[in-house]
């Protein structure tokens, strides 16, 4: 099974083993210098990073080679070893890893971060770097592309329900190029792992369909001979490397205490001493000292997408929905994807879309039937789909993570926090948000779409006001890089017109984020509005007209950045209402009530949404229910105006 792009002489394991001894000194001196990290399990998987490194095909002098495997490391709480090992290899030089480790402005962080050669992916909350190497591999199928994915992995986040998500996705898609690395040192924070939390981590991954391969994580040949096996085999394949923690150095040796406590300054003697390795932290705190003065004018780690391929797909020529029709926002989105891939020529495009078990709901099932081999449905596994578009969409693959609003948004926060961090080309496309879902009741009621995504920092949002709105804002998502999140509700929508019964978002219109659109003029107030109520604003307009009172209209689809021109002019008015279908603590009134604020603006403002959890009903009755209905926001503009 020796095959000559992967694997280690015997002479390199020689070497390897030398090696292996003088990283677990650089393990030691970077925490004891930074007064902090994790040694222990460092010490217990350095082993494994060297193998893996030595074995896979990279090229250290060539971080981003395009042929590379990719090497995803999950337990990044490691960075120590991962440094330690990449360092010795030639990824970069050794010293500056050792001396600026957790120094504030270094890219040697406390976990793996991307803007590390040799990191693929920013890891630190466990449990997730599976569904990234699964995320790899999607994208590799798509585009064509003849690598291996190895994750290396701790025992104890094996007890992740992510983990086993990710193992049956990858088992279902036939995933063979994908092998796992466990260091199995049976130690964690709290103790031992199979008295915190026991798991049978050999019959989970068999179970799921998995090859399970046992050896010594840390007898060198025995490890690359199982990762030889591992990725001849034909199956995806987990290698359980039994290990000890802090492995080396005797009182560190299966003790959990040293999991993520560095050593004080005698046990940092002693352990060089065992080491037999040179005591030079004197050189390094002076170095650490040097490198300090200069991080502060300019740090090292913004080099952050060294590896990532973004992919920016032809938009398509929009669809109109025309005057007098009403349409489905999500239909219109589901619509838009077809046309996209269409757009691509060639019968291949690099475009994957993720679904959980709601293809029919969110609009995907044509998308699914005409480009089957673009789309992957991973069931009810919503957190580990998250992460696997996420990933996939910096290796050079347009993603489409499209849910329902309440699991694609709040169940998944923690994984889009992460592919916010990891700086992901990802569309999030979310349908059935807000009180306009009606009948499936508060636990499906994503009332806080918008409230929860302005927590990330990186993600842009947008909530269209109708089909052709949104048709446009799809496209304008895939040709734009960075990360979206599209939100619309389940009913069929009016399309929104002018007041000579034209429509508005179609002809010469173009999606512009940030800029909102005053739908219709006034001089007494102003109603800001979103999404799935917009009609609703202008019907309430035309009543509030009949009685002689005159407001402007303004829809802004972007709620997290208020258009300043239009806020200005609204301003003279006086008067500013707030009208959506969100919480009302979160939502647009959020962010123009913080635009008034910074901008001085001497305003009356008024907050209509939703004040708590709604019922299951019609959505209309949910509507008349919270105040949002459009009796409700005349009288609200009427006691604006003091009338």
Not at 171 to 200: A, C, L, W
Not at 303 to 326: F, M
Not at 363 to 380: H, S, Y
Not at 546 to 575: F, W, Y
Request: charged share 25%; glycine share 10%.
């Amino acid at each position: 099974m020796n095959s000559p792009e992967r694997w280690i002489s015997d002479e390199d394991l020689e070497k390897l083993r030398e090696l292996s001894r003088i990283a677990r000194g650089d393990i030691i001196k970077m925490t004891t210098l930074a007064a902090s990290g994790h040694p222990g399990g460092s010490m217990s998987s350095i082993d494994i990073y060297l193998a893996l490194f030595s074995f896979a095909r990279v090229k250290p002098n060539e971080p981003c080679w395009p042929a590379r495997d990719r090497i995803v490391i999950s337990h990044g709480h490691t960075s120590p070893g991962v440094y330690a090992a990449l360092g010795r290899l030639g990824f970069f030089d050794i010293d500056e890893a050792i001396a600026t480790f957790r120094l504030a402005g270094s890219r040697f962080e406390g976990h793996v971060e991307r803007c590390v050669p040799g990191v693929e992916w920013s890891t630190g909350n466990l449990g997730q770097g599976l569904s990234a190497g699964c995320g790899f591999a999607v994208a590799g199928r798509i585009r064509g592309e003849d690598y291996h994915v190895f994750v290396a992995m701790s025992d104890a986040e094996q007890a992740k329900g992510q983990v086993a998500e990710a193992r049956r996705f990858a088992h279902k898609y036939g995933f063979t190029n994908i092998t796992v690395v466990v260091d199995y040192n049976e130690r964690q924070i709290s103790g031992k792992t199979y008295e915190v939390m026991p798991v049978n981590i050999k019959e989970g991954y068999a179970s799921d369909g998995w090859r399970v391969i046992e050896t010594n994580g840390h007898d060198l040949k025995a490890l690359r001979n199982a990762l030889d096996e591992a990725v001849s085999d034909g199956y995806p394949t987990a290698i359980i490397a039994r290990t000890v923690m802090g492995k080396g150095v005797s009182f560190m040796e299966g003790n959990e205490e040293y999991h993520g406590r560095p050593l004080k300054t005698d046990e940092y003697k002693k352990a060089i001493l065992e080491l037999g390795v040179e005591d030079d932290l004197d050189k390094y705190k002076a170095l650490r000292s040097r490198f300090a003065s200069e991080l502060k004018v300019s740090p090292r780690h913004k080099a952050y997408e060294s590896c990532s391929e973004t992919v920016i797909l032809k938009p398509g020529v929009p669809r109109t929905y025309v005057a007098g029709s009403q349409v489905e926002t999500r239909q219109a989105f589901g619509n838009a994807l077809i046309d996209l891939a269409e757009a691509q020529g060639g019968g291949k495009p690099l475009i994957a879309v993720f679904d959980c078990d709601l293809a029919e709901s969110v609009r995907t099932l044509e998308f699914a039937k005409r480009f089957p081999a673009n789309f992957f449905q991973a069931g009810v596994q919503e957190h580990t789909t998250a992460t696997i578009a996420g990933a996939a969409s910096i290796q050079g693959v347009a993603s489409f993570f499209v849910d329902f609003g309440v699991f694609g948004v709040d169940e998944t926060y923690n994984q889009h926090r992460l592919n916010d961090i990891n700086h992901t080309n990802l569309k999030v496309v979310v349908t059935h948000c807000g009180l306009n879902v009606g009948e499936d009741g508060k636990t499906h009621h994503c009332i806080d779409y918008v409230g929860v995504f302005r927590n990330l920092y990186g993600f842009r949002v947008i909530v269209p006001a109708d089909a052709n709105q949104t048709d446009r804002a799809t496209r304008f998502i895939a040709s734009t890089p960075g990360n979206f999140l599209l939100a619309v509700g389940r009913s069929k929508l009016p399309v929104i017109t002018d007041e000579a019964g034209r429509e508005v978002f179609a002809g010469n219109y173009v999606f512009q984020y940030g800029k909102a659109e005053v739908l219709r003029a006034g001089r007494d107030a102003a109603i800001f509005t979103m999404g799935s109520i917009v009609h609703k604003a202008i019907s309430a307009w035309e009543r509030l007209r009949d009685i002689g009172v005159n407001v402007m209209v303004v829809n802004v689809s972007c709620p997290l950045e208020v258009d300043e021109n239009v806020l200005e002019e609204a301003a003279k008015t006086g008067r500013i209402i707030t009208y959506e279908d969100h919480n009302v603590n979160t939502g647009l009134g959020a962010s123009v009530s913080q635009a008034i604020a910074e901008r001085g603006y001497n305003v009356r403002i008024k907050r209509l949404g939703i004040g708590g959890y709604g019922a299951s009903g019609s959505f209309e009755d949910l509507y008349r229910m919270a105040g949002l209905d459009e009796v409700s926001l005349v009288e609200a503009v009427m006691k604006l105006l003091g009338g």
